[in-house]
């Protein structure tokens, strides 16, 4: 398959998956309702969020918000995909990274811009193991992204090493 293709393909993929939930959520779940999916353990909720990750710059001024919450990201996110598309050095895995990362972000821009907040409705909590924010599909994207981009260049360390 063409690289350029595959790359457009994996963003928008992230991108559809996470719009898919939102309008679900947003159609179907009353605003912070709760619906338990495992127990108290796993949940879904409808809630609104104006800032970055877990509320982060929600009480913002509005213009700094709109300069770090649709600007910067928005140039950032174009130079990666710039990035991503020129640089054919990437292996596979850290190119799938960066994809994820990218589509992430940019569901996560585009519900700032139409809706001028994200909607985020999962909720995790294994009781004091590990508990997180509410949070969404692209949220899972950028996430996954990071993670296979720091296994990713943690792999190539040890390969050069040995």
């Known amino acids: 398959m063409n690289r ?23 159609a179907n779940i ?3 309702e709760v619906i338990e999916l495992i127990g108290d353990k796993f949940i879904l909720t409808n ?26 990201p928005t140039i950032v996110l174009g130079y990666v995909i710039y990035y991503i598309i020129k640089t054919k050095e990437l292996d596979r895995l850290s190119l799938i990274a960066f994809c994820c990362i990218v ?14 907040k ?3 409705f999962f909720f995790i909590d294994l009781g004091g193991i590990f ?8 949220d899972i994207s950028v996430t996954t992204g990071m993670i296979i ?14």
């Open 118 to 120: 994200v909607t985020d």
């Open 149 to 162: 981009l720091l296994y990713s260049g943690l792999f190539k360390k040890e390969k050069k090493t040995v």
């Open 103 to 116: 589509g992430g972000g940019i569901a996560n821009v585009f519900d700032r811009i139409v809706f001028g």
């Open 30 to 32: 009353e605003l912070r």
């Open 4 to 26: 350029t293709i595959f790359i457009v393909l994996l963003i928008v993929f992230n991108i559809a998956i996470d719009q898919i939930s939102k309008v679900y959520v947003r």
């Open 47 to 72: 809630v609104y969020n104006k800032g970055a990750f877990l509320g982060m710059g929600s009480d913002m001024n509005p213009t700094l918000r709109v300069i770090f919450l649709l600007i910067l």
């Open 131 to 138: 508990k997180t924010g509410i949070f969404n599909v692209a």
